[in-house]
C-alpha cells in the first residue's frame, strides 16, 4: 500500500488557489449582453407615441411609450450578467456613488427624453463608486431582475444589485 501526501509547496499553491478562484469566477460567471438584449426578441425598439406629462416640479418630461417599450426580456430575470452604461446617479455619499440608474448613452435622461423603460436599469451596491469616477462609462455586474419601478427621472423597467462595478475601457 502507498501512501501520498501533498507538499508543502503544493498545498500552498492549492490553498492560494481556492483563495484566488472565487473573485476569478466572480468575474467569469457573467453573461456579457448588450442594451438590445433588454429587448424581448421580435420586438422592436420602443417609440414615443405621446406627449406624456411634464413633471413641473422635478423640472422634466415624462414621455408615453407605446407598448414595446415597456417589454422586457423575461428569458434575463435573475441571470448573471455584465451590461456597459453609463450613470444616473441617485444618492451619493462621501464615499460615492451607491444608487443609480444605467442607462445606454451619455445623457440620456438628463438632456434628452428617458430612452423606453426596457432600455433602463435601476442599480444598487453596498461598495459606493467613487464619486470622482461617476461619469465615466462603467461595466456593471449582477444578476438582473426584470422588474420595473418608477424613479423621479422615468419609468424603468429592470434593475439589478452591482455585485462589481468598473470602468469601461475600449
Known sequence: MTQSFLSRRACLALMAAAVALPGRAVASGFREITWADLI?????YGE???????DEVNDTWNPEYDANGKKVNTRLNGKAVKLPGFMIPFDVTSAGVTTFMLVPYVGACIHTP???PNQLVFVTTARPWPGDRMWDP????????AQSLTTQIADVGYRMTAQ???????
Not at 462589481?164 to 475600449?170: A, G, H, R, T
Open 40 to 44: 424581448p426578441a421580435g420586438v422592436p
Open 48 to 54: 414615443i407615441i405621446g406627449l406624456g406629462q411634464i
Open 114 to 116: 428617458p430612452p423606453p
Open 138 to 145: 462603467v461595466w456593471v455586474y449582477g444578476r438582473l431582475s
Open 164 to 170: 462589481k462595478i468598473e470602468v469601461y475601457e475600449w
